[in-house]
């Protein structure tokens, strides 16, 4: 199979600190990793596409000093939420594939709320 | 409009009953379509491809029609277990190649005793 892990599962913190979020694809090499964001009942929505290597490319409206990326292996991205704040709460999933054409394995997701 | 709708529900329906999800999407230049499950607080889970020629995988049932930009998903002799929400998914490549992903909101099915 392929499986991706996500952690941590849950964060809770203080306005103003900044949350590393890491996305691992254990038994198979991911060319490309995606986050995403899931707010209550909305649909996930793609916040930027990794490759490894390179610079991630964000979706409109998405900031990138932000939403820090880091994709420095292949089978490791980063995403650092970047001094927090409530409206960041959310829940947070990555996935990975190993190839253009390939489907995408999702990771089980981090709940960030921010107080 | 967005690109991919579907109805939110709930659908509630009792065990055995046979029940249908539709989901349209806006993007003619879409390519993969996919219905996905996400339990609650979960992650989404692939749950089968979607082709036009239709496709059936045990209870499930997935059809396309390109022409219409409709996707279906029948869920027949509905477990307990069904329960969850549904999501519709559509891949398109974007500029600089592969493919994404666009989520629809997802329906939510209960399936009560």
């Known amino acids: 199979g392929a499986v991706v892990s996500q952690h941590p599962s849950r964060v809770i913190c203080k306005s103003g600190t900044s949350v590393k979020i890491e996305c691992r694809s254990l038994?198979?090499?991911?060319?490309?990793m995606f986050w995403y964001r899931q707010f209550p009942k909305q649909s996930l929505m793609l916040m930027a596409t990794?490759?490894?290597?390179?610079?991630?490319?964000?979706e409109q409206g998405v900031e990138k000093d932000k939403f820090l990326i880091n994709h420095a292996s292949l089978t490791l991205s980063t995403l650092t939420v970047t001094s927090a704040h409530p409206e960041d709460s959310s829940f947070y999933i990555c996935?990975?594939?190993?190839?253009?054409?390939?489907?995408?394995?999702f990771g089980d997701g981090t709940r960030l709320s921010i107080l | 409009r967005k690109e991919v709708e579907q109805d939110p529900g709930p659908f509630n329906v009792p065990e055995g009953a046979t029940v249908a999800f539709n989901c349209t999407y806006s993007?003619?230049?879409?390519?993969?379509f996919f219905w996905y499950r996400q339990d609650c607080r979960k992650e989404p889970k692939l749950l089968m491809s979607?082709?036009?020629s239709g496709n059936e995988d045990g209870r499930f049932t997935a059809q396309l029609n390109r022409a219409s930009q409709y996707i279906s998903l029948l869920i027949r002799d509905s477990k307990l277990s069904d329960s969850a929400t549904y999501l519709c998914?559509?891949?398109?490549?974007?500029?600089?190649?592969?493919?994404?992903?666009?989520f629809g909101t997802g329906t939510q099915l209960k399936v009560e005793l």
């Open positions: 998914v559509v891949s398109r490549p974007p500029a600089g190649g592969g493919n994404k992903l666009t």
């Open positions: 979607v082709y036009s």
């Open positions: 993007n003619s230049a879409s390519q993969s």
């Open positions: 038994d198979f090499q991911a060319t490309t």
């Open positions: 990794s490759n490894e290597g390179s610079k991630a490319t964000y």
């Open positions: 996935s990975a594939r190993r190839g253009r054409n390939q489907p995408q394995h």
